[in-house]
């Protein structure tokens, strides 16, 4: 009787999800780097994940311990990917917009210096806040999202994972009553976009790096990868307004 011969995995795809509260699942104890994991590997059976979580609820990227953790981190271990989510509690003391991106710059540096790749997350929408503190978040994701460097990515979960324009009963289900954290749901839904966005980053360097014929034979699914890289390539604005992230095919190279 024939066996069935699993796919060979690849190298273990390291990641470490570094941030506050939002990162280590407060108050549920439910981290999306869980559910980050479990959607990575169910995608494709060769990648062997693993998901280090760090996230200190109440830290401050600027005036906190982000830095220190990401050092200390990157000195004991090395990763393929940061993902790197902060700013939230450095809105809510009221420090100036520069001043939040220039600590979240310092951390993302640590990773890219070593030769890691650091995927960068937008500051999260949340109930109320006044106009001013609404404004400087919208300041840092648009430094976020206009910041060049070689691997170097972003993902917009501000927009990927709304609070006002949520259908009240799912925002129920994904929110906490104060409107800052998740619920057990919420992180999950976090950890399957961001795993979406990660996955999407990883497919696009492997088109780059191989001939699409090789590792795709049917001409259906061949043709819609070469028209996404396409639509990546010319920076398609339909593709933020579906929750996705633009990365060109050129800066891959």
Known sequence: ?????????????????????????????????????????????????????????????????FWRRMRNRWAEDEYDWTIVLGGTNDLAWGLPETTIFEGLQKCYNIPLSKGGKVLALTIPECEGGSSLSNNKRTLVNTAIKAHKQRNFYTF????????????????????EYDGLHLRAAGYDRMGELVAEALLKIIQLEEAQNTEISSIVTDARQRRMMEDMIFEEEQGDPKLLSQGYIVVRKADLD
């Not at 059976?45 to 979580?53: A, E, K, Q, T």
């Open 156 to 175: 917009d979960l501000f927009e990927a994972l709304p609070y006002d324009a949520m259908d009240p009963k799912e925002r129920g289900r994904i929110w």
């Open 1 to 65: 009787m024939a066996t069935t011969q699993k796919p060979p995995k690849k190298a273990p795809l390291r990641i470490l999800c570094l941030g506050d509260s939002l990162t280590a699942g407060y108050p549920e104890s439910h981290p999306y780097g869980g559910k980050l994991e479990e959607v990575l590997e169910a995608a494709d059976p060769r990648l062997d994940v693993h998901v280090d979580v760090d996230g200190v609820p109440g830290d401050q990227v600027a005036h906190g311990t």
